[in-house]
């Protein structure tokens, strides 16, 4: 095997986000840009050298194309064995599944994904370490200061790789194992959840599900676990198969892109149970029959009720939210007289909790949520989750949630995007509000008076490591917050997102239209954040 050095020079704009590097398709075609970003990470990533890599990814446009660099690249950088999913296909929770039962030195995941796909679409690459998880601050430093000093890179020249068949073959010293990219992963759900009494709910006719795909990659595994092992009908997944360009769609789940799925479950003789996955398979959307569960409120529900299930039978150890996900979750830790954290968004700060134990579950408002048994959150899970649950209860959707509202009280939550902002005009509004904060505390607005308000920063309690800057939080006596922070998931300007809150314990009142139960905390946000001045926009442009 002939290997390469190709000289290269930095690109100036490869530092990771909220959920690794993503950039445009266009962006990752030029010459050299994933190859220094992949170089990067060998360089610093040494036990990958004689290690083993995991790499797959959802599909998307450009997939395969990244996917035969990156073994020449990981044959020349002296990896043992790699790992690959069939097809190149991996979803980014059972690619940390696998990374786990097999010991791997580390993953790539290509993903970029909620985000739209194509030619014209986004592309995204990100690390996950030993543990399975996605790379902590330290290591995307490490990678992004990797990526300033470059000047080589090193690749086999070879032939194409057959990813397309199961078996071995060899690229140079190194073993390329192509893998069934399901199997690990519905073999680790079926330890989890009871899927004797799952299929009894489905074989009685009596149950209708409906799962949304969205095109990407959940497909494969959904029609696996779901129709082929739990016996829902043919027809229950819908847009099962994956394509490039997510058949043209947006693959994030929520009322805005699962259109077809949320018409349905609105439709007459909708089915019981609606739910969807993204991109790369981490997120879910719930739905029962004419009715939404937030996925702060889905937290706390499987929070409270996770010892009904097998794998989570002796209870939990703590939960973490992230801190802009609604505090419903934290009523629940508290009843359970477990810990609950609140970390800054992004997956990767759940890692250190779960490795040490100290957490069970985790979520994030961003339909996000996940457990112990992998490293990153996952939605076929909360979804399996739920099924388990509704077969344990023998309860609607609804009437889980309408419960637990009456047993915990309800926190009316919404997010407010503003999508494709000038990022400058984006930037100065932040730094205003920053500056404004000093002076927040104890002010008045409307009949809420200010508690705290300041830019939330998180010591990690396992390592120590500190992150600053994560979110500007206003506090208000009631328990009401309105926050806001910049995405670190975009590619193009700034996504302002606002995030509202208010605690609710009235049974009386629970039945109130969310936007309107939340609309004097919308006024206040946009009286301490001058949104419309700073960004010209009156209204948001998805609302979750
Ligand atoms: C968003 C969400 C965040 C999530 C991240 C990655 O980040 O808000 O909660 O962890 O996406 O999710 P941001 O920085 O745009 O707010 V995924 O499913 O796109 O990997
Ligand atoms: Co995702």
């Not at 680790?188 to 959840?193: A, I, V």
């Not at 407010?416 to 930037?427: G, I, K």
């Amino acid at each position: 095997m002939k290997i390469s050095i190709v000289q290269t020079r930095p690109f100036q704009d490869q530092k990771p986000g909220t959920s690794g590097l993503r950039k445009r398709v266009r962006t990752f075609r030029q010459p050299h840009y994933l190859e220094n970003f992949v170089q990067a990470i060998f360089d610093t990533q040494r036990d990958l050298q004689g290690g083993m890599l995991v790499l797959g990814g959802d599909g998307r446009y450009h997939n395969r194309d990244a996917i035969q660099v990156i073994m020449r690249m990981a044959a020349a950088n002296g990896v043992a064995r790699i790992l690959v999913g069939q097809g190149g296909l991996l979803s980014t929770p059972a690619a940390s599944c696998v990374i786990r039962k097999h010991g791997a030195a580390g993953g790539i995941v290509l993903s970029a994904s909620h985000n739209p796909g194509g030619p014209e679409g986004d592309f995204g690459i990100k690390y996950n370490t030993a543990n399975g998880g996605p790379a902590p601050e330290s290591v995307t430093g490490a990678i992004h200061q990797a990526t300033m000093d470059i000047r080589q890179y090193r690749i086999a020249e070879a032939a194409h790789v057959d990813i397309d068949h199961p078996g071995e073959q060899r690229l140079g010293e190194t073993i390329i194992s192509v893998i069934d990219p399901v199997s690990d992963y519905a073999e680790l759900m079926e330890s989890l959840f009871d899927f004797d009494r799952i299929r009894v709910m489905f074989e009685s006719g009596a149950f209708q599900m409906r799962f949304d795909a969205m095109h990407a990659i959940t497909g494969p595994y959904a029609m696996r676990i779901l129709e082929e092992r739990l016996g829902a009908p043919q027809g229950t997944v819908m847009r099962a198969e994956p394509l490039a360009d997510f058949g043209g769609g947006h693959p994030d789940p929520n009322l805005a892109h699962a259109r077809e799925l949320v018409q349905a479950l609105y439709g007459r003789d909708a089915p019981d149970f609606g739910a969807a996955s993204d991109g790369d398979g981490d997120r879910n959307m719930i739905l029962g029959r004419r009715f939404f569960v937030t996925p702060s409120d889905s937290l706390a529900i499987l929070a409270a009720n996770a010892h009904h299930l097998p794998g989570y039978s002796d209870g939990i150890r703590g939960i973490a939210r992230s801190m802009p996900t609604s505090r419903a979750a934290d009523r629940v830790a508290e009843r359970l007289g477990v810990e609950c954290f609140e970390t800054p968004t992004g997956w990767k700060f759940f890692g250190n909790l779960l490795d040490a134990g100290r957490v069970t579950l985790c979520g994030e408002e961003s339909f996000g949520t996940g457990s112990g048994h992998v490293r990153e959150k996952d939605g076929l899970w909360a979804v399996l989750f739920w099924l388990n649950l509704l077969a344990v209860k023998g309860r609607s959707v609804e009437q889980i949630v309408r419960d637990h509202w009456r047993t915990f009280g309800r926190n009316y939550y919404t997010r407010h995007d503003y999508e494709a902002l000038d990022s400058a005009r984006a930037d100065t509004l932040m730094q205003e509000l920053r500056e404004g904060l000093a002076n927040m505390g104890g002010r008045t607005f409307g009949e809420r008076v200010v508690t705290i308000a300041d830019d939330f920063a998180y010591t990690d309690p396992v390592d120590g490591s500190v992150s600053e800057h994560q979110g500007i939080r206003v506090l208000f006596e009631d328990g009401a917050r309105i926050v806001l922070r910049l995405s670190g998931t975009g590619t193009e300007g700034a996504t302002l997102r606002v995030y509202l809150e208010r605690f609710e314990p009235d049974p009386e009142k629970h039945d109130l239209d969310t936007q309107e139960a939340l609309a004097d905390l919308a006024r206040m946000a946009e009286d301490i954040a001058g949104i419309r001045v700073h960004t010209g926009r009156d209204k948001p442009d998805v609302i979750t």
